[in-house]
C-alpha cells in the first residue's frame, strides 16, 4: 500500500476517509486516512481473569492450590493472585480475537475438571462469603526460592497494610497493544523528532491520559458490583451510605462498581500519592518517590520482626504493583526485574486496563462484544488528541469517577466537564457518536454493532446494565451469596469437558511448571536478605 501524504500534509488528510470526521474529533483524528486502518483490525489483546475458588456451598475453599494446576510461581496460564484460593487465569496476547477468548475458555474448562472436591469458580467481582477470622484466607504460596518468598512476603505486607478481606475483590484485567506496525507509519505523521521508543512510550501514555478521561463510561457499562456482602466489613465503618438489600449484604441503589469505591483498593498511604501520566519519566519517578519514602504507621509494624519478614519494606508502597490505578503502562519483565526498572529501560510495550468488574452472566467473566468494544475504546484513546492533565482536570476526573461508581445509573446525574455541569446521558451520547465515527472510519461493522449496542443499553435500558441486574437477582434470591452461586454453578455447568489434545497440553504445562520451580529452589544461591535489598535497589 502506498502512502502519498506525510506530516506536512496531514491537514490535507482530514477531508479524506470514509465518512466526514465528527467536528469534536479533533487534528490527529484526520490523518487515520494516511495509514492503513487495517492495523487497527490486528490490535493485540490479552486477558487476565481472577477468580475465587468455592465449595458447592459457595464457601471460601480452604484447600491449598491444587498441584494438578501446576506451579502458581512458574505456570504462564494458571496462578494466584493475593490468596491461595485467588486464582489467576492469563492468556497470551494475540490479535485474533476469538483464538484469545477460547484460550480463557480452555483454561478454565481445564481448572473446573480438576478442582478437589466439586469446587466452583466464584463469577462475581465482590468475594463470596468470607470466614468470621480473617486469618482463615489463606496467602498465597510460591515455594522456597528467593523470589517465590518476596511474592509471599510482598502479600503478607498487604495483609498488614489493608487486612486480608480487601484482597480477596477479583477482576478482570484486559492488555492492550498496537500492532508494531502501527507506530512506524504514525511516527512519520506525530514524532516530531523523538526516538522510536520514546515515541511509542509517549503515544501510549496518551491513551492513559484519554482513558482516564473517558473511563466513567466503561463503569457505567461494566460495573457489576453494586453491592457487598456485610461480612466484608466485618463491622467496621463504611464510608459510603450503603443500604440493606436481601438478607446478607449491602448495596448503594445506582452504584456501579463498589469494588473501584471507597470500598475497595483504599489507604491513606496512597490517598496522598500523586503519580504522573503525562510522561513516562515522571511516572517512573514518582513511583519510585513511593517505593522510597518511608510511611509512619508502616514503619510502626515493622519489616522483619523476630526473624519474620511482615512486609518488604516500610514506605508507602512496598514495590510498584502496589499502587492501585485503574489503567498501567506495562513491558514485560525479566525474572526477578522490577517493573518500573524494566518501563524506564525499554519504554512501555502495552497497556493494562484494571478496572473491569467481572461479568457474572459470562461464564468467563468477559464476553466477545465487550472486548469488541473495548478495542474500539483503548484505540479512540490512543489516536485522539491527549494534552496533559493538569492539577484540576486530575481533581475531575477522579469526581466523575466516583460519581459513576457510586451513583451511575441516578437518573439526571451530573458530570462536572471544562464548560461545567453536562449530564451523563449527553456526555455518553457524546462519545458514542465519536466512537462510532471512528468505527465507520475504520470499517469495522462489529464495532459499529457494539457501539449500537452499548449506545442503546446505557441510555434506552438502563434497567439492563450488568449491575442494574446484579441487585435484582439480589432481591429475587433474597440474597446476594445465594444469587451469585447460582450463577457461579450455572457458569461451571456450561463448560465441555476438556477434549484430550486440550487435556494433555495443560497437563504437559502444569508438569512442565512445576519441573521449572523445583530448578529454581535448586539453582538458588545466597540469602534472602541480600536477594531482597539488591531487588529493591534496582
Not at 67 to 72: D, I, W, Y
Not at 189 to 196: E, K, T, V, Y
Not at 443 to 453: F, G, L, R, T
Request: aromatic fraction near 8%; charge should be negative.
Amino acid at each position: 500500500m502506498k502512502f502519498l501524504c506525510n506530516a506536512h500534509i496531514v491537514s490535507a488528510c482530514l477531508y479524506i476517509g470514509v465518512q466526514p470526521l465528527n467536528k469534536a474529533y479533533n487534528g490527529r483524528l484526520g490523518s487515520l486516512s494516511c495509514i492503513d486502518k487495517g492495523l487497527f483490525g490486528r490490535v493485540n489483546r490479552g486477558i487476565e481473569r481472577e477468580t475465587l475458588r468455592v465449595d458447592q456451598n459457595g464457601q471460601l475453599s480452604q484447600i491449598a492450590h491444587p498441584v494438578s494446576l501446576g506451579s502458581a510461581l512458574t505456570h504462564e496460564s494458571i496462578t494466584t493472585d493475593y490468596s491461595e484460593a485467588l486464582l489467576e487465569f492469563i492468556t497470551a496476547p494475540g490479535n485474533d480475537r476469538a483464538a484469545v477468548l477460547e484460550q480463557l475458555d480452555q483454561i478454565h474448562s481445564f481448572v473446573l475438571h480438576n478442582l478437589p472436591g466439586g469446587e466452583l469458580l466464584w463469577n462475581s467481582s465482590m468475594p463470596c462469603q468470607l470466614p468470621a477470622d480473617s486469618n482463615q484466607i489463606p496467602i498465597a504460596q510460591y515455594g522456597s526460592s528467593p523470589i517465590g518468598q518476596l511474592k509471599h512476603i510482598y502479600r503478607k505486607g498487604l495483609d498488614l497494610r489493608y487486612g486480608r478481606r480487601m484482597q480477596t475483590i477479583a477482576g478482570i484485567h484486559y492488555n492492550f497493544s498496537l500492532p508494531d506496525d502501527f507506530w512506524p507509519q504514525w511516527h512519520k505523521l506525530h514524532g516530531n523528532g523523538q526516538s522510536a521508543i520514546d515515541f511509542q512510550s509517549e503515544g501510549y501514555f496518551g491513551l492513559i491520559r484519554n482513558f482516564r478521561r473517558h473511563s466513567w463510561l466503561l463503569m457505567l457499562l461494566f460495573g457489576a458490583s453494586p453491592a457487598v456482602g456485610k461480612d466484608f466489613l466485618q463491622d467496621k465503618p463504611s464510608p459510603l451510605p450503603l443500604q440493606s438489600i436481601g438478607q446478607d449484604s449491602l448495596c448503594l441503589p445506582w452504584a456501579t462498581s463498589l469494588r473501584m469505591s471507597g470500598l475497595g483498593y483504599q489507604n491513606n498511604a496512597q490517598a496522598g500519592l500523586n503519580i504522573c501520566f503525562n510522561h513516562l519519566p515522571s511516572y517512573c519517578d514518582s513511583l519510585n518517590h513511593a517505593i522510597n519514602t518511608p510511611w509512619p504507621e508502616w514503619q510502626q509494624k515493622g519489616v522483619k520482626v523476630n526473624g519474620e519478614y511482615l512486609q518488604l519494606n516500610s514506605n508507602i508502597l512496598q514495590i510498584e504493583n502496589e499502587y492501585y490505578s485503574p489503567i498501567r503502562p506495562k513491558r514485560t519483565i525479566r525474572s526477578g526485574e522490577k517493573s518500573v526498572h524494566a518501563l524506564k529501560e525499554r519504554g512501555v510495550e502495552y497497556i493494562e486496563v484494571r478496572c473491569l468488574d467481572i461479568d457474572p452472566w459470562q461464564p468467563t467473566g468477559i464476553g466477545h462484544q465487550q472486548s469488541i468494544f473495548l478495542d474500539l475504546f483503548l484505540s479512540y484513546c490512543q489516536i485522539k488528541d491527549s494534552p496533559l492533565i493538569a492539577e484540576t482536570e486530575c481533581s475531575r476526573i477522579g469526581r466523575n469517577l466516583e460519581l459513576i461508581v457510586e451513583q451511575g445509573r441516578k437518573p439526571g446525574l451530573q458530570l462536572e466537564t471544562e464548560q461545567g455541569s453536562a449530564s451523563v446521558t449527553s456526555e455518553a451520547e457524546q462519545l458514542f457518536d465519536q466512537l462510532q465515527q471512528l468505527a465507520e472510519t475504520l470499517q469495522q461493522p462489529a464495532a459499529i454493532e457494539a457501539v449500537e449496542y452499548y449506545r442503546k443499553l446505557a441510555l434506552e435500558t438502563p434497567d439492563q446494565l450488568p449491575s442494574a441486574k446484579v441487585l435484582a437477582e439480589i432481591e429475587r434470591h433474597g440474597s446476594l451469596q445465594q444469587a451469585t452461586l447460582q450463577l457461579s454453578k450455572q457458569a461451571a455447568a456450561s463448560f465441555a469437558v476438556p477434549d484430550r489434545q486440550t487435556l494433555q497440553h495443560f497437563m504437559q504445562l502444569a508438569d512442565q511448571s512445576l519441573a521449572k520451580q523445583r530448578h529454581v529452589e535448586q539453582q538458588q544461591t545466597g540469602d534472602f536478605d541480600q536477594f531482597l535489598a539488591d531487588y529493591l535497589a534496582q
